[in-house]
Structures are given as C-alpha cells and as structure tokens.
C-alpha cells in the first residue's frame, strides 16, 4: 500500500491542525494505522493508532486528550486531528500501515508497520 501524508505546517501554540493520510495500491480496509513523528535530533516516537474498523484507538500518554485519530474506510484516508499544539509537538508526522497491529498499546512498535508514507512537517512556535 502507497502512504500519502499532507496537512502540515506552521502554528502558534494552541492551535490545531489536521494531517490526512491517503492511501492507495491495497485494500486499506486489511490494515491497521499509525502516526508517528520525528523531532530534530530524536528518535522516532509514535503518536497513535487506529485498528482495521475505526472501532478502536490507542494514544501516546504525551497527546492524549489533544489529538485524535480517526479514518474513513470508504475514502481510503486517516485523519490526525491535533488540537491545543504545543512547540514540543514540532516533528515530521509519519502515517504508517499494518496487516496485524492497530488501536491498541500492541501497536506502539514501528517494527510491526509494513508501510511508511513520506512525513510531512509540524512546526509549533511558542
């Protein structure tokens, strides 16, 4: 499966933005979904996951509360709907797919994603 992540950009603490993923070449509906980010000079953490149905979702503790994953099965895209930004929130958001994982704290691991879409930059000023 082909990951396109779009939706980044600059804001000023506080505020939201929305990442989409589209994807294409599969059956999106077979796999689970992830975001992850990356901030300069760091490893890669993961952000959240949503299972095959959209039933279930799993959040790092760091944006619990804040941002929200969500997906539409019909229109092969996931959503990351971060509200209330903060500058440590300044990453580039990877969208990745997994035949076995999503929605749960099993999901957590990058190893267990097949596919990784291209990133795309959150910047967050203070």
């Known amino acids: 499966v082909q990951l396109q992540a779009s939706g980044g950009g600059l804001v000023q603490a506080g505020g939201s933005l929305r990442l989409s993923c589209a994807a294409s070449g599969r059956t999106f509906s077979e796999y689970g979904m992830g975001w992850f980010r990356q901030a300069p000079g760091k490893e890669r953490e993961f952000v959240a996951t949503i299972d095959r149905s959209g039933d279930n979702t799993y959040y790092s503790d760091s944006v619990k509360g804040r941002f929200t994953i969500s997906r539409d099965n019909s229109k092969n895209t996931m959503a990351l709907q971060m509200n209330s930004l903060k500058p440590g929130d300044t990453a580039v958001y990877y969208c990745?797919?997994?035949?076995?994982?999503?929605?749960?704290?099993?999901?957590?691991?990058?190893?267990?994603?097949?596919?990784w879409g291209q990133g795309t930059q959150v910047t967050v000023s203070s």
């Open positions: 990745a797919a997994a035949r076995r994982v999503g929605g749960t704290i099993w999901a957590r691991r990058e190893s267990l994603y097949e596919y």
